[in-house]
């Protein structure tokens, strides 16, 4: 039997230490692009029914992180619609066809996020495509570095802020009415909330609206029976990273500061979103699940 995430591993080692080469995309960045393309539990990610027939939609979708998540929800038994942006459709071609190999059904829904018509679109098309919704990945994610706050664009810190943090409350508002109790919706926060680069300055704004906006969300949808919580990852290799995510001369260092030495694989972050959609994390509420190598967070 090959190995999976439930194999006993060192996990300094599970994982190789990567010193990616400096390399530059325009955004977005193609994952397939990559040197070396990020590890999405392709090979590894084993399900054991845990969402079974639920349906999920996850937006980004097609690589990292998103993907990873896409890609272990159909293996738990869920059947998953995707977002991602047009010219990303390589890499959203990837994800639907593992979806549909794990025996579920995968609806591909292209379009930007910072469109707000489109986030309704978006969730008809998942209510239509997948015969109702129960699980809400927030994912999608706009991180571009900028060392001064005096050649931060107003366009870009609108940009960030459109894609990070309001498509996840249209998201959440489209999203609610088709709710049932047992829903769960899931924000991806980050390291970045607690812990800001200085050249992060609008990401870093926008973690941590999205953590605040996790938790107070939560405490208004659990008297109806549905959960909303986050993920929080740290320094995960990932098609973000290659498009001005993080100064590319500092791209073969990445992720080499944190406790275990290494940066994370979008495959180590799955289960994190994994157990918060299902049934197993049904009294954890309000939460951000750290997944970050080691970093401390309060
Ligand atoms: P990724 O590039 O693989 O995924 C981000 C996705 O966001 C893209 O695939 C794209 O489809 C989507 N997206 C961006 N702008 C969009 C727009 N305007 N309209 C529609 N879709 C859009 O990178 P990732 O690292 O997997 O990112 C996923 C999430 O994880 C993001 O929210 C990111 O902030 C968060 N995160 C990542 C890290 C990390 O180190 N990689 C750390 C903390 C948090
Ligand atoms: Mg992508």
Redesign the pocket.
């Known amino acids: 039997m090959s190995p999976d995430q439930y194999s006993f591993a060192d996990p300094r080692t599970l994982y190789p230490s990567i010193s990616p080469p400096v390399q530059q995309q325009p955004e ?2 193609v ?1 397939a692009k990559m040197t070396p393309v990020p590890d999405l539990g392709e090979n590894s990610y084993r399900g054991s029914g845990r969402l079974q027939g639920r349906k999920a939609l996850i ?2 979708g ?6 990873a998540v896409a890609i272990a929800f159909a293996r738990e038994g869920a059947d998953v619609a995707i ?3 047009p010219e ?1 459709e390589q ?1 959203a071609r990837h994800i639907v066809a593992l979806i549909e190999e794990a025996g579920r059904t995968a609806v591909a829904f292209p ?4 469109n707000k018509d489109y986030c309704h679109r978006l969730v008809d098309a998942a209510v239509d495509g997948l015969g109702g919704l129960d699980i809400v990945v927030s ?5 571009v570095f900028v060392e001064k706050i005096e050649d931060l664009s107003d366009e870009q810190f609108e940009d960030t802020m459109h ?2 943090v309001f ?1 996840m409350f249209w998201l959440a508002k489209a999203a609610v009415p088709h709710l049932k109790p047992g829903s769960t919706i899931i924000c ?5 909330a607690y812990n800001q680069l200085p050249f992060l300055l609008d ?1 870093a704004t926008t ?1 941590g609206a999205i953590n605040n906006f996790s938790k107070a969300l939560a405490q208004q949808l659990a008297p109806r029976g549905i959960r909303v919580n986050a993920v ?5 290799w ?4 290659v498009s001005q995510g993080f100064p590319p001369e500092k791209l073969p260092e990445y992720g080499k500061d944190n406790p275990l030495g290494r940066s994370g694989q ?1 495959a180590e972050l799955a289960p994190a979103y994994v157990y918060l959609a299902s049934g197993e994390s049904s009294f954890t509420i309000g939460e951000t699940l750290n997944v970050n190598g080691g970093m401390p967070t309060p």
């Open positions: 977005p960045a994952q937006t980004g097609d690589s990292g992180i998103g993907g977002s991602y942006l990303e890499d379009g930007d996020l910072k994912n999608a994610g706009k991180q894609t990070n498509a991806t926060a980050s390291l970045e990401y973690k929080a990852p740290g320094p995960t990932t098609a973000l990273q979008p």
